[in-house]
């Protein structure tokens, strides 16, 4: 009998955590944590929020991201691998990849050609002040959102070579 509550209370979690991958993520900009910040999602002494966590070696978004075929074939640093919370509550993964010595323009497309290949549609997109932001939906699977800045309209970077940034979201639970 136990056996049966913890796959029911089980089952009843893991639907709560999925999504209909229809609910786009926050966008909003939220720092990357400090390296010394201690694992787990913490409260924000300002907001009910979580600040943001480093992804945990078993939840990489890089490795993920790869592992489902996504191709990074430019020169590339990680800046950040982070897990946190949008102001509406979801729970968001966020890689921050700083392009470095290339063709920052031909490295987007590259990047967007990528996408695409792996059956992803673009869904909307704008580009403005220098940064492009873009939807990527494939049914099933979590939307992919982007926004992709040169240097000089961007984060701050930690690789002196670096020409710009990719920053890739989705929202977590799939």
Avoid at 12 to 26: D, H, K, T, W
Avoid at 29 to 40: D, K, M, R, T
Avoid at 70 to 82: C, E, G, Q, S
Wanted: glycine share 10%; proline share 5%.
């Amino acid at each position: 009998m136990k056996n049966i509550f913890f796959v029911v209370a089980l089952t009843m979690l893991l639907s709560a955590c999925g999504g209909s991958g229809n609910n786009p993520v926050e966008t909003s900009s939220v720092a990357a944590p400090a390296s010394g910040e201690p694992s787990g999602l913490q409260s924000d002494s300002t907001s009910k929020r979580m600040r943001p966590k480093a992804a945990a070696d078993g939840d990489k978004g890089v490795d993920k991201l790869v592992a489902m075929g996504l191709v990074l074939d430019f020169p590339h640093a990680i800046n950040y691998d982070i897990i946190d919370e949008s102001r509406n509550g979801t729970i968001r993964h966020r890689v921050l990849v700083e392009v470095l010595g290339a063709d920052f323009p031909a490295a987007v497309q590259q990047f967007d050609d990528s996408i695409v290949a792996l059956g992803y549609a673009r869904k909307d997109g704008v580009d403005e002040g220098g940064k492009s932001k873009s939807t990527y939906v494939k049914k099933g699977v979590a939307s992919l959102y982007i926004l992709a800045q040169p240097v000089d309209v961007g984060p701050d970077l930690k690789n002196p070579d670096a020409l710009g940034s990719i920053h890739i979201m989705w929202n977590k639970g799939r």
